[in-house]
């Protein structure tokens, strides 16, 4: 029987799996099944030519018991709310997980930005905005760039709340530029807290970073700032790949020729010298550290038997089914779950509405250095948890003990409030 590979399914059964093992009161157990509100909007948008197109799109407030909604704003022509759903849970326990003050949100909209100019995409990024107010702002959802938007994208969103509230209102979104109150150090941020947390893995795991050997599943801002932040740690990427394939070298991939690679042919298969590998050969590769950094649902029941690596780290949201978890657990394949590897860009953003709600700025060093501490403690928390259950003879997972722990504290959130 095949797994079901909803992403909402995933999160609850992800959700359920926890909540058994850590006997989570069954109130608290049915709010955090479904999201406190979704929204669902119709936006028209006058195109260059004059004519009207109407766009679907979404905002889900998962859980705010902890603080206001935190989430990314997707634009893709695939987008359907389940994902949305999906990813706004996955916020809501990567955001506690993180310990910092705020729930759980996403949105987007179903749009093909490839086939839209600056004029569209903007005149759609404002009416988003405007179909969404009321529903967001610093103390009720601080929305943040995701798949298909950008910076420039979160500036025009920004003015357009700020021109509705009648004064400047920074701190409703982050991912901004620098020149309009982004943050420094936010858009390497994803990656860097994901290497961070290689680090801690690999002592943990015994495994020597100077002579490991990595394959990086995705060439996008995670998995491209992730190649050059290994490289650092003195690691070999021997393979990456993007959605039309990868390449593999045994003696090690070259940066720089494969961002050439990349401008010049649209594929990274034009470097030279190299083997090309699809995407599923690049998961079942002999290496010491997989990081899937791409799209979700890529190691599944059906792969996960096969994977060789010594380790995973879930840089995309959601890579690793379910069934696939439980295979690797049993085949004692450590898996560093998505909402502690991936919540170093959460974590930057939480910074970057703290400086616009207080007006002081800080330094890249002052934010890498923040970011380090948080990434080390929550590490730290999620070993410590597995090894709690360990010394009581139950054996879980990593995902298992992180999931525990972000519950944990939403559901006793909710308790203090009253809400149950």
Not at 117 to 137: D, K, M, Q, T
Request: glycine share 10%; hydrophobic share 40%; aromatic share 10%.
């Amino acid at each position: 029987m095949s797994e079901n590979l909803n992403p909402f399914n995933i999160a609850q059964e992800q959700l359920d799996i926890a909540a058994e093992i850590m006997n989570l009161d069954e109130p608290a157990h049915a709010i955090l099944r479904e999201p406190m509100q979704t929204l669902s909007m119709n936006l028209p948008v006058k195109m260059r030519d004059g004519s009207t197109e109407v766009f679907e799109g979404f905002r889900v407030h998962y859980n705010t018991a902890r603080g206001p909604a935190k989430g990314g704003i997707r634009f893709h022509p695939k987008e359907d709310i389940n994902t949305v759903k999906a990813l706004a849970a996955w916020m809501t326990w990567k955001c506690s997980l993180a310990n910092i003050p705020f729930g759980g949100g996403k949105g987007g909209v179903i749009c093909d930005t490839k086939k839209m100019n600056e004029y569209e995409l903007e005149n759609l990024s404002r009416a988003y905005i405007r179909g969404l107010h009321g529903f967001v702002g610093p103390k009720v959802d601080v929305m943040a760039p995701d798949v298909y938007t950008n910076p420039q994208i979160m500036a025009w969103m920004m003015d357009e709340y700020s021109k509705i509230a009648g004064h400047d209102e920074f701190g409703v979104i982050t991912g901004k530029p620098v020149e309009v109150w982004g943050s420094e150090g936010r858009f390497d941020s994803t990656a860097l807290g994901g290497m961070y947390i290689l680090r801690e893995a690999a002592k943990l795991q015994k495994i020597d970073l100077k002579t490991a050997k990595i394959a990086i599943q995705g060439f996008g801002n995670a998995g491209g700032f992730a190649f050059e932040l290994a490289k650092k740690l003195g690691a070999k990427v021997v393979a990456i790949s993007d959605s039309s394939g990868g390449v593999y070298s045994d003696s090690g991939l070259d940066y720089n020729k494969l961002l050439d690679a990349k401008k010049q042919s649209g594929e990274l298969s034009g470097v030279k010298g190299v083997t090309k590998i699809s995407n599923e050969e690049l998961l079942e590769l002999d290496v010491d550290v997989l990081i899937p950094a791409a799209l979700e649902n890529q190691i599944t029941e059906g792969n996960a038997d096969r994977i060789k690596a010594k380790m995973v780290l879930e840089l995309a949201n959601g890579p690793v089914t379910p069934g696939a978890d439980r295979i690797l657990f049993e085949r004692k394949i450590p898996d560093y779950p998505d909402f502690l590897v991936n919540s170093g860009g959460v974590i930057v953003s939480y910074f970057e509405w703290v400086q616009n709600t207080q007006n002081w700025y800080w330094t890249e060093d002052d934010v890498y250095k923040k970011l380090e501490g948080i990434m080390v403690r929550s590490f730290k928390d999620v070993v410590d948890m597995k090894k709690r259950y360990a010394d009581a003879k139950k054996s879980i997972s990593y995902r298992t003990s992180a999931y525990i722990i972000a519950v944990d504290r939403v559901a006793k959130a909710m308790k203090l409030r009253g809400w149950y």
